[in-house]
């Protein structure tokens, strides 16, 4: 039985929470019902919860009301995608709720789990049910009822996390797409997997492991080996992402112990971490790349360490190389905010150099990289607008899943911070050459950017992430997928069969400007008969061909 909730249990709490969400975070993506490659709802969120564990791990809050505070202030800088964003709503007002409190009983944090829900509400222009904000709100309410008879903290937050649950069920049913699916809303589960973690660690229960924990390193005692008792040179350490969950690591095992000794191999389902002493650290990580993705890698030279011992220096090692990294690097990165020498400046959200050329070429000040399955966070943006030397500045997301994370920055600089509500690359760019640089009043640029963003019609071509039956399509995965203006347009296992039909829409919008940027997969060859398909449907149109570099997307289209 808890009571009271003290700051040092509530940093343990959220440490907790953020390993169930990490632990998880591939189940939460697969809730995404869309069949594109975005599917990101568990990534941001641990992401985003990361960030608070980073800054949490640094103090000893010594009230809950500090935990809270250095909790939500991370997770507002952190908060990446619209998931990320609304979890940090809803601990920024659980923090409001705990101000002055030094330790919390059930009553004040059960009312504090409702300021949350509220914060979160305010901040969203559209509150849509069923999403997490529903999960959320229904979860708080309960924990209020507990608490009016219930003194008992674990007992309410329990009470709050079945009510949450009971509540995502209903997600399925108040949204057609999820309920078509047959799945419940990611973020809403996201949000109740922190809340499990949270409790369990109320309840001494283990912290979920990962794939970073799942192996144990192999500890060495450099000062206890001599250089020519050490039979292999360096000490490789590694961890592989998996390419087939069942993949039989056995002949991996089998050489390198031809090769080295002191060998581990750690697995789970989806990665495996490699310990292994070894002369050709080089032919052991190739050997591993057979089996997966490398993930991370650490080789450090045993032979100079026991040397440096033996002589009574400090032995070398990666942790070094890391803080002479960060020496190097801290000018660099310092978070510097620009003194204004003009009124306006620009700044824009895209991936891929061709598209980031584009924007700088039109007139932005600054690119910040990003977009769709790799949302920036509020502060990665903060930091690309506070470089700006200027008043205001006008920030372009691109992105419909990156504009929340954006809005947050306005509070957190002395800068005025105009969110332009684009949602793909080619309304930015459209907005960005309805700019009058020279205008006296902000609304004028403001008025131009939003007004031209509904001239244009964004068409993008990537491939199906999974099997999927959705809106009428049946999609299979590696399938093509067209949309249009983010709705799903078709689906062909030919490239040519999407392009004319696009092709064939733009004849029948008259588009009259057509603009066709190829991704990081696409030759220029493809791409330039891609656009012969366009000039031959839309003869009257202009047809241009430029490399965006983005990746995810083969093409996205431009038709004004």
Same mark, same amino acid.
């Given at each position: 039985m808890n009571e009271h909730i003290t700051g040092a249990l509530f940093k343990q709490m959220i440490l907790h929470g953020a390993a169930e969400i990490t632990a998880q975070k591939q189940a939460i993506n697969d809730l995404n019902v869309f069949p594109v490659p975005d599917g990101d709802t568990g990534t941001n969120m641990s992401m985003t919860i #990361? !960030? /608070?564990v980073a800054e949490l791990c640094k103090s000893e809050p010594a009230t809950v009301e500090k935990a809270a505070s250095v909790t939500a202030s991370a997770l507002l800088r952190g908060a990446r995608g619209n998931s990320g964003v609304i979890l940090s709503l809803l601990f920024r007002g659980?923090?409001?709720?705990? =101000?002055?409190? @030094?330790s919390a009983d059930a009553a004040t944090f059960a009312a504090a789990m409702q300021e949350g829900v509220s914060a979160a509400y305010k901040a969203v222009m559209k509150p849509a049910e069923g999403t997490v904000l529903t999960v959320s709100r229904l979860a708080a309410k309960r924990a209020v009822d507990v608490a009016a008879t219930e003194s008992d903290v674990e007992k309410v937050l329990e009470e709050a996390?079945?009510?949450?649950? @009971?509540?995502?069920?209903? !997600? !399925?049913?108040? +949204?057609?797409?999820?309920?078509?699916?047959?799945v419940v809303d990611a973020g809403g589960k996201g949000y109740l997997l922190i809340l499990e973690g949270m409790l369990a660690e109320m309840r001494g229960e283990p912290m979920p492991e990962t794939a970073e924990n799942e192996a144990q390193e192999t500890s060495i005692d450099y000062g206890a080996i001599a250089a020519e008792e050490i039979t292999f040179t360096f000490d490789t350490v590694f961890i592989v992402r998996k390419a087939n969950p069942d993949v039989d690591l056995e002949p991996l095992r089998q050489y390198l112990s031809s090769i080295g000794d002191s060998l581990v191999i750690g @697995?789970?389902?989806?990665?495996? =971490?490699?310990?292994?002493?070894t002369d050709i650290p080089g032919d052991a990580l190739n050997e591993g790349q057979k089996y997966g993705v490398? @993930?991370?890698a650490k080789i450090e030279n045993m032979r100079t360490q026991a040397d440096d011992m033996a002589a009574g220096r400090k032995t070398q090692s990666v942790d070094d190389l890391d803080a002479e990294e960060a020496a190097m690097h801290t000018a660099e990165d310092e978070h510097v905010v620009a003194a204004p020498e003009k009124k306006y400046g620009f700044l824009a959200v895209? #991936?891929?150099?061709?598209?980031a050329a584009v924007f700088r070429d039109l007139g932005t000040d600054g690119v910040v990289s990003g977009g769709q399955t790799m949302n920036p966070s509020t502060e990665s943006i903060l930091a690309g607008v506070d470089k700006i030397p200027a008043e205001t500045v006008f920030v372009l997301p691109n992105n419909g899943n990156i504009i929340m994370a954006a809005q947050q920055c306005d509070a957190l600089t002395e800068k005025n911070v105009i969110v332009i509500p684009t949602k793909t690359v080619p309304q930015g760019i459209t907005a960005m050459m309805n700019v009058d640089f020279d205008a006296e009043d902000a609304q004028n640029i403001i008025d131009a950017m939003t007004e031209s963003i509904a001239t244009v019609t964004t068409a993008q071509i990537t491939? /199906?992430?999974? +099997?999927?039956?959705f809106d009428g399509f049946d999609i299979k995965e590696g399938d093509y997928l067209a949309l249009e203006e983010g709705k799903l347009f078709g689906t062909d296992g030919s490239l040519n069969v999407l392009l004319e039909k696009l092709a064939?829409? /733009?004849?029948?919008?008259?588009?009259?400007?057509?603009?066709?940027?190829?991704?990081?997969d696409v030759t220029e060859e493809a791409a330039q008969a891609a656009a012969k398909i366009f000039e031959a449907s839309c003869p009257d149109a202009e047809v241009v061909v430029l490399g965006g570099g983005q990746p995810v997307y083969y093409y996205i289209i431009s038709m004004e």
């Amino acid at each position: 039985m808890n009571e009271h909730i003290t700051g040092a249990l509530f940093k343990q709490m959220i440490l907790h929470g953020a390993a169930e969400i990490t632990a998880q975070k591939q189940a939460i993506n697969d809730l995404n019902v869309f069949p594109v490659p975005d599917g990101d709802t568990g990534t941001n969120m641990s992401m985003t919860i #990361a !960030t /608070a564990v980073a800054e949490l791990c640094k103090s000893e809050p010594a009230t809950v009301e500090k935990a809270a505070s250095v909790t939500a202030s991370a997770l507002l800088r952190g908060a990446r995608g619209n998931s990320g964003v609304i979890l940090s709503l809803l601990f920024r007002g659980l923090s409001k709720g705990l =101000k002055g409190v @030094e330790s919390a009983d059930a009553a004040t944090f059960a009312a504090a789990m409702q300021e949350g829900v509220s914060a979160a509400y305010k901040a969203v222009m559209k509150p849509a049910e069923g999403t997490v904000l529903t999960v959320s709100r229904l979860a708080a309410k309960r924990a209020v009822d507990v608490a009016a008879t219930e003194s008992d903290v674990e007992k309410v937050l329990e009470e709050a996390i079945r009510e949450g649950y @009971e509540a995502l069920a209903q !997600t !399925t049913e108040m +949204n057609p797409v999820l309920k078509k699916a047959g799945v419940v809303d990611a973020g809403g589960k996201g949000y109740l997997l922190i809340l499990e973690g949270m409790l369990a660690e109320m309840r001494g229960e283990p912290m979920p492991e990962t794939a970073e924990n799942e192996a144990q390193e192999t500890s060495i005692d450099y000062g206890a080996i001599a250089a020519e008792e050490i039979t292999f040179t360096f000490d490789t350490v590694f961890i592989v992402r998996k390419a087939n969950p069942d993949v039989d690591l056995e002949p991996l095992r089998q050489y390198l112990s031809s090769i080295g000794d002191s060998l581990v191999i750690g @697995e789970d389902d989806e990665a495996f =971490k490699v310990h292994v002493h070894t002369d050709i650290p080089g032919d052991a990580l190739n050997e591993g790349q057979k089996y997966g993705v490398l @993930e991370l890698a650490k080789i450090e030279n045993m032979r100079t360490q026991a040397d440096d011992m033996a002589a009574g220096r400090k032995t070398q090692s990666v942790d070094d190389l890391d803080a002479e990294e960060a020496a190097m690097h801290t000018a660099e990165d310092e978070h510097v905010v620009a003194a204004p020498e003009k009124k306006y400046g620009f700044l824009a959200v895209c #991936a891929g150099d061709g598209l980031a050329a584009v924007f700088r070429d039109l007139g932005t000040d600054g690119v910040v990289s990003g977009g769709q399955t790799m949302n920036p966070s509020t502060e990665s943006i903060l930091a690309g607008v506070d470089k700006i030397p200027a008043e205001t500045v006008f920030v372009l997301p691109n992105n419909g899943n990156i504009i929340m994370a954006a809005q947050q920055c306005d509070a957190l600089t002395e800068k005025n911070v105009i969110v332009i509500p684009t949602k793909t690359v080619p309304q930015g760019i459209t907005a960005m050459m309805n700019v009058d640089f020279d205008a006296e009043d902000a609304q004028n640029i403001i008025d131009a950017m939003t007004e031209s963003i509904a001239t244009v019609t964004t068409a993008q071509i990537t491939y /199906a992430a999974r +099997n999927s039956d959705f809106d009428g399509f049946d999609i299979k995965e590696g399938d093509y997928l067209a949309l249009e203006e983010g709705k799903l347009f078709g689906t062909d296992g030919s490239l040519n069969v999407l392009l004319e039909k696009l092709a064939a829409d /733009a004849m029948e919008r008259d588009a009259s400007f057509i603009s066709l940027y190829y991704g990081e997969d696409v030759t220029e060859e493809a791409a330039q008969a891609a656009a012969k398909i366009f000039e031959a449907s839309c003869p009257d149109a202009e047809v241009v061909v430029l490399g965006g570099g983005q990746p995810v997307y083969y093409y996205i289209i431009s038709m004004e």
